[in-house]
């Protein structure tokens, strides 16, 4: 059916790009580090200086809306939803590119079960967390090709 | 042309006067003194006092604006004097100041004063709206507009007077009054007026008078801080006495944050009121639903390197209906968690802990000890992964007799828990919707073990049972809380796929199906004991969703009770969001056994939800919800409303209906006018329909329509 193994028929495709530093990241940065040398295609710089590609964490938010409500007027599942805005800046681009990522999951709710429905909600934060950062990697590797410049220095 | 600085040079038809004394000009005269130019059909020149006076059409033209005025009579150096029955226009950074006064004094560079003035930030000839008042002083060195003895006149008719009003010139934040909400409904007439006050750029406050007309008058209270290390804000609404419930009502709700080192914060939160009714006598739909129980809490927490050390102290007020008892949560006075992390060769250790005191007034009373230290493996690879990982869950409670607290029952639970996670990613070039796609194929296999034990001699302090989604199926227990640990043999299956658009990489659908299969019947129910398992596999769980195009997003979930053979819960969203200001929503859902209002009586749940918001004529957009309860027959909510931007002022009547419990419903009709530039703060209609509306944008922030 034409699906083959990540990686090991053939090569990955190579990211555009051969190292990378990661900014402001707060709780993301342990999980982003850990998937980036995972992926093994780049490498980890610590000083944005040193690096190619500059991933800058620029917000995350967390919001919890009621997602239906009983026929007694009570939440019956709320809508979480975890958003990260990041922006990638490339040596030799003039302008970061935005990636916005948005995981939504959805939490059924109980008020007779607040303290256990507290830590199913920090488990499924934790969920979104991951998810976020998967998308956010994985975006890494369709980033435009580079424009050329033929005065912009690309390696220093 | 260039001539030196503070050079006065004028051209007109005829010129006259005594060189260094005086001159007088007439028949379209143009002065010009640096930036500044002065038009008009005579003039006159002093020289020494520097001062110029012109006459009958004159027209002062500077950088920042225009003065159109019948005389003119002004000190060049000092940039003072005054202009009569005058038009001007100032503008700054885009927004523009017009208006009329029936005279104008200039008061030195970038003041003036205006009497008899009137003013708005429309667009030229736009009067639909304006401010009206004896003086209007601007200061564009601070930015900061001052009326006095003013009023706001809208099509004509004065909506609000004043005595002093302040407003910013910039768009910037600056107290002032906000616009007033006018709603009528279940309480009779209520008429909001908050005034915004900003101290300082990091304190404010917001001082909400709220005429209710059954009850009588609230007053309402926001303080806001950020300080280097620290933020809050404090929130209070005061009835002294409600005409309707003979009693006194308030809430107060408040949070601060202290950042006291790097790696160490403190913080308190709370809210608490009067009674058990007060959202749904004084709050929102949302509010009305969402406090059921208010927590209140301390804590203290580091987080180094390692881990994270907690400290916190917490107690909810639970609040009742008469439909049904809410049992009320244990307070965690106090709980002290620890977490520690370390990694070494592919190897990650975990110790997962704490330490708590449980207290509630009627029911068990105790102390529990958790400790769950595990070693877990990870090999990684591009195409695949295997996490083995071994732990041992211990706890122990010391519990206090119900009757007597000072005799004291032990006990202990020790469990070992093995696990072992896998996954194989896959991929293939597709297509979806006439668009590349990467398409991913991804198993996983997650097995679980944890030995049988009959826990129906712990208390249950804090546990529930998670909720069927695919986050639990890849957890070890099923219950939520230390109390219950179920016991396991079994291996959850799941098959993920997912689109990925081959020009941005973004995410376009995710399909994914997963189950638990038990090896093993044994089971724990939530009560502690122990029982057999009827069936051999978990419910079936399939999801589907994503961003199938830039204005379409699709979402639904469906679960199926292997042991009854029925459909345990399902829904389907649609939305369809072209554009700000065009959104629709349709969503359906249906659970077989939910729980229904606050008790803990349950039903069948089958609703289905439409909103939306759409511009129906140049300048109109409609917004409207329908929540509606099939297996009732009831609307949950309903809302239906019209939105008028006019560019210069926008007005919104909104009508809403909501249950508030199983036999109460609610109803309002909210009336809200915005003017341009003239309050900076959001208002709270407008967070109720972001709410209500998935998708929902402001009218002022979308372009045209």
């Known amino acids: ?156 | 042309d260039s001539l030196p600085a503070g050079t006065l040079s004028v051209e007109s038809d005829t010129l006259s006067g005594q060189m260094d004394v005086e001159l007088k000009a007439s028949g379209q005269v143009k002065a010009t003194r640096d930036d500044q130019t002065v038009e008009a059909d005579w003039l006159e020149y002093f020289v020494q006092r520097q001062q110029l006076r012109a006459g009958e059409r004159v027209r002062l033209t500077q950088a920042d604006g225009q003065i159109e005025a019948e005389q003119l009579d002004y000190l060049l150096g000092e940039r003072s004097g005054s202009a009569s029955n005058a038009s001007f226009s100032f503008g700054r950074d885009g927004k523009t100041l017009r208006g009329n006064a029936g005279k104008l004094e200039f008061q030195g560079k970038d003041n003036y004063r205006l009497r008899s003035a009137r003013a708005n930030t429309c667009d030229p000839n736009d009067d639909s709206w304006y401010l009206k008042a004896s003086t209007i002083d601007l200061d564009y060195g601070r930015n900061v507009g001052v009326a006095r003895n003013a009023r706001v006149e809208f099509q004509g008719v004065p909506i609000l007077y004043t005595p002093w009003i302040d407003f910013p010139l910039d768009g910037g934040r600056k107290s002032g009054l906000l616009f007033p909400t006018i709603s009528t409904g279940s309480d009779g007439l209520q008429v909001s007026l908050p005034y915004y006050w900003n101290i300082a750029p990091n304190y404010d406050a917001t001082i909400t008078p709220r005429y209710i007309e059954q009850r009588g008058m609230m007053l309402g209270l926001e303080g806001r801080y950020l300080l280097p290390d620290a933020q809050g804000q404090l929130y209070t609404e005061q009835l002294p006495n409600d005409k309707k419930s003979e009693q006194s009502r308030f809430l107060w709700k408040g949070e601060h944050v202290q950042q006291l080192a790097p790696a160490l914060s403190a913080g308190a939160n709370g809210a608490y009121v009067s009674d058990d009714d007060y959202f749904d006598d004084f709050g929102d739909r949302v509010s009305s639903a969402a406090n059921v129980n208010l927590k209140r809490e301390a804590w203290l927490s580091y987080r180094p390197e390692w881990g994270s050390v907690t400290l916190k102290a917490q107690r909810y007020q639970t609040l009742q209906d008469e439909n049904g008892t809410v049992e009320e949560p244990y307070a965690r006075l106090p709980q002290l968690s620890v977490n520690a992390r370390q990694q070494f060769a592919g190897f990650s250790s975990n110790l997962e802990s704490e330490l708590t005191r449980f207290s509630h007034s009627s029911k068990q009373e105790g102390t529990r000890l958790v400790a769950y230290p595990s070693l877990s493996y990870a090999i990684e690879r591009p195409w695949g992964f295997l996490r083995p990982k071994v732990g041992v869950h211990f706890t122990r409670y010391e519990l206090a007799n119900s009757d007597s607290s000072q005799t004291v029952r032990s006990d202990e639970r020790t469990l070992p828990i093995v696990s072992l996670d896998s996954g194989l990613y896959f991929e293939r070039d597709s297509t979806l919707f006439g668009r590349d796609m990467n398409q991913t194929l991804e198993p996983r296999l997650f097995y679980v073990k944890i030995p049988k034990v009959d826990q129906s001699s712990l208390p249950n302090f804090d546990t529930s049972e998670n909720d069927f989604n695919f986050a639990q199926l890849f957890t070890e227990n099923r219950f939520s809380g230390h109390d219950r640990i179920n016991a396991a043999n079994q291996v959850t299956a799941a098959l993920t796929s997912r689109y990925l658009d081959k020009e941005n990489g973004l995410e376009r659908l995710r399909i994914a199906i997963g189950q638990r299969f038990y090896l093993s019947r044994d089971d724990i129910s939530l009560d502690g004991s122990s029982s057999e398992r009827s069936e051999a596999g978990s419910d079936l769980l399939v999801t589907v969703g994503g961003d199938l195009s830039h204005s379409l997003r699709l979402d639904g979930s469906y679960q199926y009770n292997q042991a009854l053979s029925k459909t345990e819960r399902y829904n389907a969203q649609l939305r369809y969001n072209p554009a700000p200001g065009k959104t629709v929503s349709v969503r359906y859902r249906y659970g077989r056994d939910e729980l229904i209002g606050s008790g803990s009586e349950r039903d069948t749940l089958r609703q289905i939800d439409v909103a939306g918001q759409w511009p129906i004529a140049p300048r109109w957009y409609a917004v409207a919800r329908q929540n509606y309860s099939l297996r009732d027959k009831k609307a949950l909510e309903q809302l239906a409303g019209v939105e008028y931007n006019d560019g210069c002022w926008s007005m919104r009547v909104v009508g809403q209906r909501y249950v508030t419990d199983l036999d109460k419903t609610k109803n309002a009709v909210f009336l809200q006018l915005e003017l341009k530039d003239f309050s900076s703060v959001g208002s709270n209609p407008l967070n109720a329909l972001r709410l209500a509306i998935p998708g929902y944008s402001p009218i002022n922030e979308t372009t045209g329509n």
């Open chain 1, 1 to 156: 059916c034409g699906f083959h193994l990540r990686g090991l028929s053939a090569p990955l495709t190579p990211l555009p790009f051969a190292s990378i530093a990661i900014q402001q990241a707060g709780s993301l940065a342990e999980p982003l580090q850990s998937a980036l040398q995972r992926d093994g295609r780049v490498q980890l710089q610590s000083r944005a200086a040193d690096a190619e590609v500059v991933l800058t964490i620029n917000s995350t938010a967390n919001a919890k809306d009621i997602l239906t409500i009983n026929r007694g007027g009570k939440v019956n599942e709320y809508l979480l939803t975890y958003r990260v805005e990041a922006s990638v800046q490339r040596k030799g681009d003039e302008l970061p590119l935005p990636l916005t990522v948005v995981v939504r999951r959805e939490l059924s709710y109980s008020d007779s079960a607040v303290l256990g429905k507290e830590r199913e909600e920090a488990l499924l934060l934790e969920d979104m967390r991951r998810d976020a950062v998967q998308q956010l990697i994985r975006r890494l590797a369709y980033l435009p090709v580079l424009q050329s410049k033929p005065d912009a220095s690309i390696k220093p």
